[in-house]
């Protein structure tokens, strides 16, 4: 009994090894080349070696299927990453969200939505962009800012009226970039599409006093003034009005 138990645990242990043996020699031959792919395509599709004229008709005519097929996958995953560059959006993921939007944009290269995601999620991005190594050195967080930069006027240059990436390009040259002149043209533009943007109107304001125009920037918070109904806002144009009145009156 001993003896045929050695037996048998031997046998499971050798039919073990062989079917390892086979499973390896199969997942090897699978990677072999594209020849077994191709063929097992013609057999899927019926298609060998068309040579008549009504077998070629035939051959196209199921290979433009699978092209279409092709087309509507690459066209589904596209879409798959922009969801999920938004649902890193939800959570404040930034880095993740631009990776996904990076790779949206590899099937959308003529989204503008796709190019004004990719300046949000860069400038959050240069924020986190910290010295971790103690080298004295920005470049990494210069380097995130110039991607927005560029993301927002490639957005722009698909669609000029996009009023988001104009209003987003604007901040960045204000607040981040400290080049208040290139944000003017801009946001001008956005005033004569969104006509109310407070927000927008708050932006090019302080563009116009930190290039030194005093005199726009005192009418600009005069039209905040005007068109806001918030009193909180109301309340910041006027103290940002008298700020710009006592530099223009000190020079």
């Not at 020849?35 to 013609?42: D, G, M, N, W």
Request: hydrophobic residues 40%; negative net charge; contains cysteine.
């Amino acid at each position: 009994m001993l003896i045929d138990g050695i037996i048998g645990e031997n046998m499971k242990k050798a039919n073990f090894i062989v079917c390892v043996l086979l499973l390896s020699s199969f997942f090897v031959s699978c990677g072999v080349s594209n020849k077994s792919i191709l063929r097992q395509q013609k057999l899927e599709e019926g298609v060998e070696n068309p040579t008549t004229v009504e077998e070629l008709k035939d051959a196209i005519a199921k290979y433009e299927k699978r092209a279409a097929d092709l087309q509507l996958t690459n066209q589904q995953v596209g879409i798959w990453y922009k969801i999920l560059g938004n649902r890193y959006l939800d959570n404040k993921m930034y880095g993740e969200a631009l990776k996904a939007f990076q790779k949206a944009l590899e099937y959308y290269p003529n989204n503008q939505n796709l190019y004004y995601w990719v300046g949000v999620c860069a400038g959050y991005m240069s924020h986190a962009a910290m010295d971790f190594g103690g080298t004295g050195s920005s470049e990494m967080k210069y380097n995130y800012l110039k991607l927005a930069e560029e993301a927002y006027l490639r957005a722009i240059e698909i669609e000029d009226r996009y009023v988001r990436a104009l209003y987003g390009l604007g901040v960045l040259y204000v607040f981040e970039l400290d080049e208040s002149e290139k944000a003017i043209p801009y946001l001008e533009k956005l005033l004569t599409i969104d006509t109310k943007n407070i927000d927008a109107m708050f932006v090019l304001a302080r563009a116009y006093y930190s290039s030194y125009e005093f005199d726009k920037a005192v009418a600009m918070y005069d039209k905040i003034i005007a068109t806001t109904k918030s009193a909180e806002k109301k309340a910041s144009a006027e103290e940002n009005k008298k700020i710009v009145l006592d530099a223009a009156y000190s020079n």
